[in-house]
């Protein structure tokens, strides 16, 4: 029984299963997860190890070197980076990109297993072992708690919020942003401690032996088995202070903590402060699991929110910012609105061409299709997101060709006299074959960019994913359910004709191709000379590696010279906070966020004395905002130019779609750190000559300023005194000491033992400290020890083993970028001689777009073999495989000539449709040389078979090139809503079948005589 014959007699079965895989479509469509891009899987394992107090040279040495050679080794590692800063050490193992989600889950718990095997030094704090996603990047939503409120109210009804939304299904993360962290000061009264003759060591070690819980094994009785362990861990803050710290020795004289120390629960004095709108805050950043549901999650938020609100005083105020959810419905609704303008429109050609009847059974297709790819995208763990939606924008108007063919040919059949029962069953599987390979082609050109590697093509994977489901379901759905609809349907009695607008075009053409046709040579060399000459153009196009939607607000990254303390960074960001407070309100700024001695960035987060961060949060432009984040941007710019003080400050817009380099960038690799400092200034120096370039910064660390304290070991020696003793009275003075952890509320919270005057200490004072000895004494410090000024660098880098700084900018325009890299690579090699070691590696756009074009290359050529491989299985043919591959060129040349005439950049989206262009564009001249060859084969010559061929195929060949264009035609104009991602993916489709279906029309006729009529005349003479 063949498809044609089981459609027609089973028409309740089908109508029954039409229905069926609607409603199941509908759920799966409400099931899949909603988000504005697909997430992007970095395989990365984050190793994070504090070590509080030492300098960045030393935390190299001690933690991350250690650490980079256990990773060596280990399977699928594509580079192993680190940082290593003052008192943390982040090492990244970076895995192959291509490899799969259960396989870096393997290999993550290979990472653990090997640093188990790492031998920390001793005053190493608790590892943080995580992985990295691109929800990393940005949080779903953030909340903000700010007002007149104590800071304490803050941080408990913050984290009574978080406790709430971290319970919220398919949350993976809530983090607070301005809550410092909670400590317990145990603060030494040193006159007192002298006086009884003890030391800080003393209350530290009496800490630790009493905050403890020891097991103790298992007792058995008769009847059951008992654990046996000593509590002694502190259930209470009270109970610090009867900590015994010293007893007689007949019992008498017991020395409790409270004797010597007072205790304080209060909040470490490092950390961010966080404001909003000139009002301390706490913000609560919510992110979500892979394959979450944002839109719910920021629902379920802004519940909790509402809730939280109601029940607060007016003393604490409760704002939602950055909510990505808002990003995502407008991009969702503008690809929405602009399908639905698609589909309509598509209606409408179909009504002009075939009539009402097959308009509707051709369209009707179009939901079934789309019902079969959700649920097939729900069972494959995929979410509905923009990628997903322009994928099906994309196909929309392919899905409904092959409906076209079966309903043409069936009501050809009919029109030569078959019952309407036989002619779709003739009619049907009649093209069976060729409607099959049809798809295979699209699909050959299509599915092997879901290989693309890299970020780029993890990002767009989804597009070729959803086009080959739906065009597999198109194909399924035109021969199951079309053959029946043709059959049962009421109407198409009648026969139908082409129409009054259509012959006189259809005689046009046909003259148009005659006439051609005399001078073939001469018409096909002239278009060999427009193709070659339009993509001659490429090299004057601008290049943009990848467009995306701006989020709605920037960020003012702004760093001070090393060593400056929080205090001096705050009193410089509030004259920021000066000059942007009057713009609040004013219709496109809504808010001003603060974040000092933190910042955030697409390379991570920085907590440093010496950095902040401005969140300047834009109106959206649907609520009136009329001007650009650019032009805002740059005004607030030179609003705050002339404010003293920093070393560097930077304006960025939100990154958006997937992580992307700086237009110029470069690795500068060395080991020796003086030459890296030196090489890597001249070439900030060089960049900050350049007048298009912004945003120029490396990040070698200037250095901060450091005491270092030299011990002399003999004298320190003869009053019982070591290197550890005075260094860890010192840190004591300075800092304090975390002597044990406390648990409150499940909560684990640092014991710190400190003197009175830790952390307002001068560095005058160091000199006139008294040290005490183990004898009860005390000892000047310039007795056993000296000072030396010198500075520390702030942060090493490191990849694969070398030391390396990067070096970055931004760019106004990307036309001299070529020349600006080749002026830097002169530039170190001019320095190679001095220092031999040094490699300059040359990044940035252009080189991730060089890769990019080789790799895609290399899949248009896989592509291209498929179609080949195909063609020349359905035609038999060496040579018409290439005739049908000759509307790819040409279908390139369209593209460069709307690139070029509407200044659009060639970007990896343009570049993407390009090559899966390749496998649309040839559709129309599968249409026409297979029913060439059919006419031939009835005896016809080939200059009648070629010209009878056009004529008869015009119509189908407009039709499916009109549907294409029609689906993706709204999205390209913005009729629904402008797009930057997706609005130049369509143009390109869009002008490249133009071309396309002209080569169909006019070349390949005029090729095909060219290449077969002299053997006609041969066979003839």
């Keep these: 029984m063949t498809l044609g014959t089981f459609s027609v007699r089973n028409g309740v079965l089908i109508n029954i299963l039409m229905v069926t895989l609607l409603i199941l479509g509908v759920f799966s469509l409400r099931r899949l997860p909603q988000e504005q891009f697909a997430e992007v899987p970095f395989y990365w394992a984050n190793i994070a190890v504090p070590f ?114 971290s319970r919220i299904n398919e949350v993976s993360s809530v983090e607070l942003v301005g809550a410092r962290d909670r400590q317990v000061s145990i603060v030494i009264d040193q006159n007192r401690l002298d006086s009884l003759g003890l030391t800080l060591d003393n209350v530290v070690l009496a800490l630790q032996a009493r905050n403890l819980n020891v097991p103790g094994g298992t007792v058995s009785t008769n009847s059951r088995d008992y654990l046996v362990r000593t509590v002694g861990s502190v259930e209470g803050v009270d109970q610090f202070g009867e900590v015994i710290v010293k007893r007689g020795r007949n019992g008498s004289g017991i020395v409790k903590i409270r004797d010597v120390a007072s205790v304080v629960k209060e909040y470490e004095d490092d950390g961010s402060e966080a404001r909003f709108n000139g009002e301390t805050s706490v913000s609560i950043r919510v992110a979500k699991i892979p394959r979450g549901n944002s839109v719910k999650i920021a629902e379920e938020v802004k519940r909790i929110s509402a809730e939280w609100e109601s029940r607060l005083t007016d003393d604490i105020k409760i704002t939602l910012l950055n909510d990505s959810t808002v990003q995502i419905r407008s991009s969702l609704d503008v690809l929405l609105n602009n399908a639905l303008f698609g589909l309509l429109l598509l209606v409408l050609i179909l009504f002009f061409f075939v009539g009402l009847r097959n308009a509707v059974m051709t369209a009707i297709g179009i939901p079934l299709t789309f019902a079969i790819t959700f649920m097939i995208l729900d069972v494959m763990g995929e979410t509905f997101n923009s990628n997903t939606l322009f994928g099906l924008v994309l196909v929309l108007g392919l899905i409904v060709d092959h409906a076209i063919v079966i309903i043409e040919n069936s009501f050809r059949l009919q029109q030569e006299g078959l019952s309407r029962h036989d002619a ?74 082409e129409g009054r607008f259509f012959d006189p075009f259809k005689k046009a053409y046909s003259r148009i191709l005659e006439k051609l046709y005399k001078r073939k040579g001469l018409a096909v060399a002239g278009a060999m000379f427009i193709m070659f000459g339009l993509l001659g153009l490429t090299g004057a196009l601008n290049i943009d590696l990848f467009s995306a939607e701006d989020y709605t607000y920037f960020t003012i990254d702004i760093e001070m010279p090393a060593g400056t303390t929080r205090d001096r960074t705050d009193r410089v960001v509030k004259q920021y906070e000066e000059r942007l407070f009057p713009l609040a309100g004013n219709g496109e700024v809504v808010s001003i966020s603060t974040s000092i001695g933190f910042l955030s960035s697409q390379d991570g987060n920085t907590s440093q004395g010496n950095v902040a961060q401005i969140l300047v949060d834009l109106t959206e432009q649907n609520d009136g905002r ?17 404010i003293p003080g920093p070393e560097n400050v930077f304006f960025r817009k939100a990154v958006n779609g997937p992580p992307q380099s700086s237009p110029v960038s470069y690795q500068l690799f060395g080991d020796n750190l003086e030459g890296l400092k030196l090489v890597s200034r001249a070439i900030v120096d060089r960049l900050r000559t350049y007048p298009e370039l912004l945003n120029i910064e490396d990040d070698f660390s200037g250095g901060s300023p450091e005491l270092r304290v030299i011990v002399n070991e003999e004298r320190a020696a003869a009053y019982g005194l070591s290197v550890l003793t005075i260094g860890q009275y010192i840190r004591a003075a300075v800092d304090g000491i975390q002597a044990t952890t406390y648990v409150e509320d ?35 410090f310039s007795a056993v020890a000296g000072i030396e000024e010198a500075t520390s660098l702030s942060t090493i880098q490191r990849v694969d083993g070398k030391r390396v700084v990067s070096i970055s900018a931004g760019a106004y325009t990307n036309e001299t970028v070529p020349d600006i890299n080749k002026d830097i690579e002169a530039l170190a090699a001019e320095y190679a001689v001095a220092y031999p070691d040094q490699i300059l590696s040359v990044g940035g756009e252009f080189a991730d777009f060089e890769t990019l074009i080789f790799d895609i290359l290399r899949i248009f050529l ?77 005896g016809m010559a080939v200059a009648a078979a070629v010209k009878e061929a056009a004529a008869t195929r015009l119509r189908p060949i407009l039709l499916t090139s009109l549907t294409t264009i029609a689906g993706l035609l709204p999205t390209a104009i913005g009729i629904g809503g402008v797009s930057v991602v997706w609005q130049p ?37």
């Design 52 to 165: 509080p107090g030492v300098s960045a040279e030393d935390v190299e040495q001690l933690l991350s070197v250690p650490i980079e050679n256990e990773m060596q080794g280990l399977d699928d590692v594509d580079e192993i980076r680190s940082v290593s800063s003052e008192g943390l050490s982040l090492v990244s193992v970076r895995f192959e990109s291509d490899i799969s989600s259960e396989r870096f889950d393997k290999l993550f718990q290979d990472v653990r297993t090997r640093f188990s095997r790492v031998r920390l030094p001793e005053g190493t704090l608790q590892e943080n072992i995580s992985s990295f996603s691109s929800n990393d990047f940005a949080p779903v939503i953030e909340v903000v708690l700010s007002g007149n409120s104590d800071y304490a109210s803050l941080v408990e009804t913050a984290e009574a919020m978080s406790d709430e939304m």
């Design 424 to 497: 779709a069953i003739k009619g049907t599987d009649q093209v069976v074959f060729p409607v099959i390979a049809a798809t295979a082609t699209t699909v050959a050109a299509f599915l092997p960019l879901m290989i693309l590697p890299g970020t780029i093509g993890k990002f767009l994977r989804v597009i070729p994913l959803t086009v080959s489901i739906a065009l597999i379901a198109s194909t399924f759905e035109a021969l199951v359910f079309i053959p029946s609809h043709y059959a049962e349907w009421p109407g198409g009695k009648k026969i139908r004709k």
């Design 626 to 642: 009329i001007r650009s984040i650019s032009t805002i941007m740059g005004d607030v710019r030179e609003m705050t130019r002339s």
């Design 746 to 780: 499940n909560q684990s919270i640092d014991v710190i033992v400190r003197y009175e005057r830790a952390g307002l200490f001068r560095a005058d004072q160091l000199e006139q400290l008294l040290i005490p000895t183990p004898a009860g004494a005390k000892v000047p």
């Design 862 to 938: 896989i592509g291209v073999f498929l179609i080949y491989l195909i063609l020349g299985t359905q035609f038999k043919s060496y040579s018409q495989p290439f005739l049908i591959l000759l509307s790819v060129p040409m279908a390139f040349a369209g593209i460069i000539l709307y690139l070029f005439v509407s200044r659009t950049p060639f970007s990896t989206t343009v570049l993407y449709a390009g090559v899966a262009l390749a496998g649309i564009a040839v559709n129309d001249a599968i249409v026409l040389i297979s029913f060439i060859n059919e006419l031939r084969e009835k």
């Design 985 to 1021: 993916m369509a143009s390109t489709i869009i002008f490249g079948l133009l071309f396309s279906t002209l080569t169909a029309l006019l070349l390949i006729p005029l090729m095909y005589g060219l290449l077969y009529g002299r053997k006609d005349k041969h066979e003839s003479n």
